[in-house]
């Protein structure tokens, strides 16, 4: 694996959509920080044996300025309620400052009781952006029909 620097902001970027994200989240994050003005953030995770997890922590010690003051929505998609991305969607929610919405997409079917329960894990009442909403939305999103469709789908405002 070649280490890559990633010192350039820009500053026009407002929506970014990663596709495939995985294994290391800790990138994810770093990446976020060349993009000050991101507004919107679509995520597609993929689990990943080897994915580690990202800053469990609160607070930054050196914040990543769209969480600070731009981010306003984001897009989990193929969310199951295990490891890494409980621990980076927990991040988002309790440092993304200006948040407005959340949406989850989940992976396969879960009742009401297990959407309570990961609100809990997620720690949503302890948000960062109290005027936050979260919506956990029953994916019918499929890979396969994804893998095979063209990339128009980016020019949307909303990709997902």
């Known amino acids: 694996m070649i280490v890559v620097s990633l010192t350039t902001t820009m500053h026009t970027v407002k929506v970014l959509a990663l596709h495939h994200v995985g294994p290391d989240l800790y990138a994810v994050l770093d990446l976020l920080k060349c993009f000050p003005c991101l507004q ?13 997890n990202v800053r469990t922590y609160v607070s930054l010690d050196d914040p990543i300025e769209c969480l ?3 981010l306003k929505k984001v897009a989990l998609k193929i969310y199951n309620g ?12 309790l440092n993304a400052k200006v ?4 949406e989850i997409g989940l992976d396969g079917n879960h009742d009401d009781e297990w ?8 720690r949503v009442e ?8 979260f ?5 019918s999103w499929s890979f396969l029909a994804h893998m095979g469709a063209n990339l128009h789908y980016m020019s949307k405002t909303d990709p997902f």
């Open 40 to 52: 919107s953030l679509y995520i597609i995770w993929f689990s990943h044996p080897l994915s580690k």
């Open 68 to 70: 600070e003051h731009r």
């Open 82 to 93: 295990k490891g890494p991305i409980v621990d980076f969607a927990r991040f988002l929610i």
């Open 99 to 102: 948040l407005e919405r959340m």
């Open 115 to 122: 959407m309570a329960n990961e609100k809990r894990k997620l």
């Open 126 to 133: 302890d948000r960062a952006s109290q005027d936050a909403q």
């Open 135 to 139: 919506e956990f939305k029953r994916s």
